[in-house]
């Protein structure tokens, strides 16, 4: 990837923040090739991926090394895109908010400081990936679980900060304390660890005062360089109840029957859905089912779900715990489905030592599905949030489709209810070369952003592309919240050097980059 400069800084400026950088990392840690950059490009970009080019990367070894990364940062007037492992994908991987942004990969502080079965919980670098968490439980024999993302590539830290989700819930409310660099060059601890030595830092998340771990989550208010994250302990046995409804509308009732079961805490964690179609997008090729332009019909979905022996929506609820405990819920959740009859339940246990469900091991087989159509393919997803009442999510599902269909893209979707809401993650394939299919799927996207705020809905968490639009969805008394949110960025950070524009949240130094993508 050729250069893109920083906005306002001229070649020789850039120049000389390069060199002051490599002056702390060494010159092996500064990269800042074509074929560097191309490695920090947003892998799955649905347009041009120039859009979000960095201008360079490097990597700091230590938290002081980010410090003094920050503070030339200041000195040089040059904007920095903090990533943990960088596998943000879907919403833009690697890649920074404003091109010309120089990416910190934080991949080399991937120490695991502390793990303690008894309480548990862990203390991480942002590093620390899954697959490496995940080894050192086992090899220790640590009866600790991890919650785990579809695509577990990533590290464990960033997931967090972005707010990932999986069937055990929202990954950022097990964030408890943290270690920041802030945007001008000073390190603070949160909650307890405010306090030197006080032992209870990753045990009790508020601390005195003001809260402010999640004041650093999908913000760009610092940097985090250490995290202390709580796990829960692996399940003495798990009872998995498989689901399978066999036509669209009877997300209707499933939500209204899991509300209850979720609010008491029958059921653990999320509870999901998924269409149909993500048992074909992950074995097979859309041609082989389908080559016309147009969404994938009727009668398509008819022949997958019989190949599979899928119904249109399908998803597993978890009982895990104590087995005692386990049978008693089982039963509350076979009563309450028992006014459904279409819903098909299939009941399979597991007892702690068996492989399997107890403590499921990170994947990546998932990133399969971006082959559906054939050449370099990606993803986007767009989740707004809803609340969980039938007749909603049912209203949510036949609007959306209805647009999904209007674009000729496939239907795919995702319900997580969490209880109090359901997340409804929409998924758009593509394959990049396509100049037509990627088009049509950003026409979708941006129609998709806007029919959402007209009923009402934002996303959680959204690409790079699409941060301004959905940051301008949170228009309560004329975007008050957007507006405290920059105030505090200038205060925190007046040069804007830390991450420009992420989350909608520009520095004052860059506001007339605020809506360009
Ligand atoms: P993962 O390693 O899980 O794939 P990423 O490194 O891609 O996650 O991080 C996703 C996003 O979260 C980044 O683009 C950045 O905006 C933010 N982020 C990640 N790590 C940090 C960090 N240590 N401090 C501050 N923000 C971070």
């Known amino acids: 990837m050729k250069l893109i400069l920083p906005p306002h800084l001229t070649p020789s400026a850039f120049d000389r923040a390069l060199r002051a950088f490599e002056s702390v990392v060494g010159k092996q840690w500064l990269l800042a090739t074509d074929e560097d950059r191309e490695t920090y490009l947003d892998v799955y970009a649905p347009g041009d991926p120039a859009a979000h080019a960095p201008s360079a990367a490097v990597a700091p070894a230590s938290a002081s090394e980010v410090q003094a990364l920050v503070r ?7 904007a920095l895109w903090p990533i943990s492992r960088g596998k943000n994908f879907g919403y833009g991987g690697s890649a920074p908010r404003m091109p010309g942004t120089v990416v910190v990969d934080l991949g080399r502080l991937d120490r695991i400081l502390e793990v303690d079965a008894q309480l548990g919980y862990c203390v991480l670098e942002p590093g620390v990936g899954f697959f490496g968490l995940y080894e050192h439980l086992k090899t220790n024999a640590i009866p600790l679980q991890l919650a785990l993302p579809g695509n577990a590539w990533g590290s464990v830290v960033g997931n967090a900060l972005e707010r990932g989700f999986s069937v055990a819930g929202d990954h950022s409310a097990n964030i408890c304390g943290l270690e920041v660099v802030l945007p001008k060059g000073d390190l603070l601890r949160t909650g307890m660890g405010a306090m030197t030595g006080n032992p209870t830092w990753p045990l009790f998340r508020h601390g005195f005062g003001p809260s402010w771990d999640q004041v650093f989550v999908q913000s760009n208010f610092g940097i ?40 008491a805490g029958v059921l653990d964690g999320n509870v999901s859905v998924t269409s149909f179609q993500s048992a074909a997008t992950i074995r097979t090729q859309r041609s082989e089912w389908y080559t016309g332009k147009d969404s994938i019909p009727d009668s398509v979905i008819a022949q997958i779900m019989a190949k599979y022996d899928v119904g249109w929506w399908n998803g597993t609820m978890r009982l895990a715990g104590f087995a005692d405990v386990n049978e008693a819920n089982l ?3 076979q009563r309450a489905f028992a006014g459904m009859p279409q819903a098909q339940l299939q009941v399979s246990r597991w007892y702690q030592g068996d492989p399997g469900p107890g403590s499921p091991a990170p994947s990546v087989l998932p990133l399969q599905i971006i082959n559906w159509h054939g050449g370099r393919g990606g993803h986007l997803g767009f989740s707004p949030i809803m609340p969980p009442t039938g007749r909603l999510v049912l209203e949510q599902l036949q609007r959306t489709r209805r647009r999904f269909i209007e674009f000729g893209i496939d239907y795919s979707a995702t319900f997580y209810h969490s209880g109090r809401h359901v997340a409804n993650v929409n998924l758009m394939i593509y394959n990049k070369d ?49 507006k405290l949110n920059e105030t505090l960025k200038d205060a925190l950070d007046p040069n804007g050097i830390l991450a420009p524009g992420k989350s909608g949240i520009w520095p004052q130094a860059y506001r007339d980059q605020r809506g360009r993508t």
């Open 72 to 78: 030339l940062a200041n000195e040089h007037r040059i």
């Open 331 to 333: 039963k509350v959740v």
């Open 224 to 263: 985090v360089t250490k995290m202390g994250l709580w796990l829960k302990p692996e399940p003495q046995a798990v009872i998995n109840v498989g689901i399978k409804l066999p036509q669209a509308e009877d997300i209707k009732p499933w939500s209204d029957v899991v509300t209850p079961l979720r609010i």
């Open 434 to 482: 396509d100049a037509d299919l990627t088009r049509r799927t950003r026409a979708l996207f941006a129609a998709l952003v806007e029919e959402s705020a007209a009923a009402g809905y934002a996303e959680y968490r959204t690409h790079l592309s699409y941060m301004d639009d959905v940051a301008a969805c949170f228009n309560y008394n004329d975007h008050a919240l957007w």
